[in-house]
């Protein structure tokens, strides 16, 4: 059997290095509520600097969307910014066409995209395939969807992530390899009743 | 008894009742023959937002988001679904949210499609393996108490429940047609 080999580095890709382009992203949050899905996301969004408001989804893989989904639904006057992986969206397709139903202003998708299980041992996931899962976000109804291959491009889309104008999927081809794991908190409840708190406290001082 | 006379049921109409006064603000659902009653009620509600899943999976995760959020919700599906969402339920075990399943049982009353039995058979095993205080509603006028009790459980004691309507009571499937 022949195997197919990555073509990602003859597609011109200079690729995203992923520690600095998340802490772009979230340099300046403001009130945004951050999602970090399982694996590398977590470190990533950790590294970038502990928050109250960020919610590290260690397990459940396939769910960072959905919880997004569901902060943007229930927090409408807040940005919710997802962080996930190639791997973890593809085990959750149908979360495009779930979100497309209401299309929350306030929602952004990213998705840190190295076409590998870098958690794992770096197996090539379906991206790496060929999958484009901008493409299928906005086959699904987000229009708002697109692939980014460029360092430059991450200085543009961060101020998008705070606009509340649109659901948004960005897709960030990032360079592959492990990143020096930085680990957050992963006791679920303290997470979780952390997150609550302080979204209540803001409430209270509103 | 045909699909249409399974519009609206008055233990649905119950379920609703019970929605409100407990402060249900979302509702999603793979849906079900023995939910669709309930499902039109919450999706005529203005104050009740609905979300149509492509997999109960999705559900979890979106209980999980709106409950950080600060609001609560119901998911809603058929006794299969529960087998699609056993490593989800880990996410509100780990972070002690509160889920709480209605689930409409399939394969244990007059079952005509024999690859319902399986699942149907498993439901409530795997929910109370995974965790969930798990109910079950079998006639139609304690249908509103026992959802009201689950739904004030999860809620007051940050739990996961579940209730299995029986199949029985949502009635045979007509066949015949």
């Known amino acids: 059997m022949t195997k197919i080999r990555s073509d990602r580095e003859f597609r011109g890709f200079k690729m995203i290095e992923r520690r600095p382009a998340v802490a772009e992203l979230l340099k300046d949050r403001g009130n945004a509520l951050v999602v970090a899905g399982l694996g590398s996301p977590v470190y990533d969004v950790f590294a970038a600097g502990d928050h109250d408001l960020n919610f590290y989804d260690w397990g459940a893989m396939g769910s960072a969307a959905m919880v997004g989904l569901g902060l943007a639904l229930s927090r409408p006057e807040r940005p919710v910014i997802v962080f996930t992986g190639d791997g973890e969206m593809l085990m959750g397709l149908g979360a495009f066409s779930t979100i497309a139903q209401h299309r929350p202003a306030n929602l952004s998708i990213l998705v840190l995209d190295n076409e590998q299980y870098a958690e794992t041992g770096m197996q090539r996931t379906a991206t790496g395939f060929g999958t484009d899962l901008a493409a299928v976000a906005r086959a699904c109804g987000i229009q708002n969807a697109s692939v980014l291959t460029r360092p430059e491009e991450i200085a543009a889309l961060q101020p998008m992530l705070r606009a509340k104008a649109g659901t948004l999927v960005g897709v960030l081809k990032i360079k592959p390899g492990d990143q020096p794991r930085t680990v957050p908190e992963r006791e679920g409840t303290l997470i979780a009743s952390r997150f609550m708190r302080s979204l209540a406290a803001d409430q209270a001082r509103a | ?177």
């Open chain 2, 1 to 177: 008894m045909s699909d249409q006379d399974q519009a609206i049921r008055p233990w649905q109409r119950d379920i609703y009742s019970v929605f409100k006064a407990a402060n249900i603000q979302h509702v999603s659902y793979v849906p079900d023959g023995g939910h669709r009653g309930l499902i039109d009620l919450c999706a005529d509600d203005p104050e009740i937002g609905t979300t149509v899943l492509t997999t109960e999976e999705e559900g979890v995760g979106l209980a999980a988001g709106l409950f950080l959020g600060g609001q609560r919700s119901v998911l809603l599906m058929q006794s299969s679904g529960v087998g699609n969402c056993l490593n989800l339920f880990t996410l509100a075990e780990n972070c002690r949210l509160p889920l709480v399943l209605l689930v409409t049982m399939r394969g244990e009353f007059a079952e005509f499609v024999p690859w319902q039995i399986p699942m149907g058979k498993r439901a409530g095993a795997a929910l109370e393996l995974m965790g969930f205080d798990v109910f079950r509603a079998e006639d139609a006028k304690s249908v509103g108490d026992i959802c009201s009790g689950a739904i004030d459980q999860a809620f007051y004691s940050s739990r996961s429940t579940a209730v299995l309507l029986s199949q029985r009571l949502i009635g045979r499937k007509n066949w015949s047609k």
